[in-house]
């Protein structure tokens, strides 16, 4: 008999992807999806999809007989205006997730954090055992994953069998949106990225980091995060091996930060209260001040998590955003 998943976020990036690797495991996947959500990511696969909200008082009903609840299910944004937003859907949604799985008696849940809620050790690597003072961790973003990632800790803590994961930053299909790290992608493969910062990212294929939600169910500590990453390297690196798949040239200008932080401070702070549409959020070129390097020891020994070469991400990115017409823009 399958294993059933009850699966948050499936609409999404991450969690498109941990659906197909659900299935492919061999579980019955059973998605929450909101009524207005754009669902084309979840089309053509066999599963249930339960229309409902986080918060919803009948969540717990819809988990009924569940092996497993994945909550990947969160907002992402950087942008200062979307704050409580933020706050309601990431650390009241997870709460709320967290208590139905409790009322349900679901026996396991695997909670998709993120490093972002680890915070950015300056100078160094940083691992699960490092946390950044939560003051210190910048946006509303952050912030929200952190504070979720409390109420999941605190549930462990009362008895709850609760596993944590924290992706670094995933590159892949089925990137929508698409995320941040894929609007790079997708600006740089059309000519639209003259220049850019010098910063660093832990770059991963999105199909290890749904390999690793299953690893976490399979072998995590209730109560334990697991970084789920792959490789650390600069912005310039990434766009180099970006280039070489897709036999574009890296760009050649640095931009000092202070230029892109300039112009999101006056886009965001000012323009934007007489109806300007910012183009750069503040939050996001204050975290390129820093490189955000991560180590995946504990996830290698504890799950066997075992990330693959980039190189495969970037190659299913490239053809994926090809394949749904991200790529027919041209610089002008």
Same mark, same amino acid.
């Given at each position: 008999?399958k #294993?059933v998943?009850?699966?948050t976020?499936g609409?999404?990036f991450?969690?498109?992807?941990?659906?197909?690797a659900?299935?492919?495991d061999?579980?019955?996947?059973?998605?929450? +999806?909101r009524?207005?959500s754009?669902?084309?990511n979840?089309a053509g696969?066999? !599963?249930d999809i339960?229309e409902?909200?986080l918060?919803a008082?009948?969540v @717990?009903e819809?988990m009924?007989?569940?092996?497993?609840?994945?909550h990947?299910?969160a907002?992402?944004?950087?942008w200062r205006?979307?704050?409580? +937003?933020l706050?309601h859907s990431?650390?009241?949604?997870?709460?709320?997730?967290?208590?139905?799985?409790? $009322?349900?008696?679901v026996?396991?849940v695997?909670?998709?954090? =993120?490093?972002?809620?680890i915070?950015?050790?300056?100078?160094? %690597?940083a691992d699960?055992?490092y946390q $950044?003072?939560p003051? *210190?961790?910048?946006?509303?973003? #952050?912030? =929200? #994953?952190?504070?979720?990632?409390?109420?999941a !800790?605190?549930? @462990?803590?009362a008895?709850?069998d609760?596993?944590? /994961?924290?992706?670094t930053?995933? %590159?892949?299909p089925?990137? *929508?949106?698409?995320?941040?790290?894929g609007? %790079?992608?997708?600006?740089?493969?059309t000519?639209?990225?003259?220049?850019? /910062?010098e910063?660093g990212l832990?770059?991963?294929d999105?199909?290890?980091v749904?390999?690793g939600?299953?690893?976490?169910?399979d072998?995590g500590r209730?109560g334990?995060?697991y %970084?789920?990453?792959?490789?650390?390297l600069t912005?310039?690196?990434?766009?180099?091996r970006?280039?070489?798949a897709?036999g574009?040239?890296p760009p050649?200008?640095?931009v000092?930060v202070?230029?892109?932080?300039a112009? +999101?401070?006056?886009?965001?702070?000012?323009? $934007?209260?007489?109806?300007?549409q910012?183009r750069?959020?503040?939050?996001?070129v204050?975290?390129? *001040?820093?490189?955000?390097?991560y180590?995946t020891?504990?996830? #290698?020994?504890?799950?066997?998590?075992?990330p693959?070469?980039?190189?495969a991400?970037i190659r299913? +990115?490239?053809?994926w955003?090809a394949?749904?017409g991200y790529?027919?823009?041209? @610089?002008?």
């Amino acid at each position: 008999m399958k #294993k059933v998943a009850f699966l948050t976020g499936g609409t999404g990036f991450v969690g498109g992807n941990l659906a197909r690797a659900l299935l492919d495991d061999g579980w019955h996947v059973r998605a929450l +999806a909101r009524p207005e959500s754009d669902r084309r990511n979840l089309a053509g696969l066999e !599963l249930d999809i339960v229309e409902g909200d986080l918060l919803a008082p009948n969540v @717990a009903e819809l988990m009924t007989g569940a092996d497993a609840v994945f909550h990947v299910a969160a907002l992402y944004s950087l942008w200062r205006r979307d704050r409580d +937003a933020l706050f309601h859907s990431n650390v009241l949604g997870t709460h709320a997730i967290l208590e139905a799985a409790r $009322s349900a008696g679901v026996p396991r849940v695997v909670y998709t954090s =993120s490093v972002s809620a680890i915070g950015v050790k300056s100078g160094g %690597i940083a691992d699960e055992r490092y946390q $950044s003072p939560p003051e *210190r961790l910048i946006g509303a973003y #952050k912030q =929200s #994953k952190y504070l979720a990632e409390q109420e999941a !800790l605190a549930a @462990a803590r009362a008895g709850q069998d609760v596993v944590i /994961v924290n992706p670094t930053t995933p %590159i892949g299909p089925w990137d *929508r949106k698409p995320t941040p790290t894929g609007d %790079i992608l997708v600006r740089f493969l059309t000519g639209r990225m003259p220049a850019l /910062v010098e910063t660093g990212l832990n770059f991963v294929d999105v199909a290890d980091v749904a390999r690793g939600h299953l690893l976490a169910y399979d072998r995590g500590r209730s109560g334990e995060r697991y %970084i789920l990453g792959g490789e650390n390297l600069t912005l310039r690196a990434l766009l180099r091996r970006v280039g070489e798949a897709s036999g574009r040239r890296p760009p050649l200008l640095t931009v000092p930060v202070w230029l892109p932080l300039a112009v +999101a401070w006056l886009e965001e702070g000012l323009l $934007s209260r007489v109806g300007h549409q910012p183009r750069i959020a503040v939050d996001a070129v204050r975290m390129s *001040r820093e490189s955000m390097f991560y180590d995946t020891s504990k996830a #290698k020994d504890q799950l066997g998590y075992d990330p693959g070469p980039l190189d495969a991400a970037i190659r299913d +990115a490239i053809r994926w955003f090809a394949e749904n017409g991200y790529l027919l823009k041209r @610089a002008r």
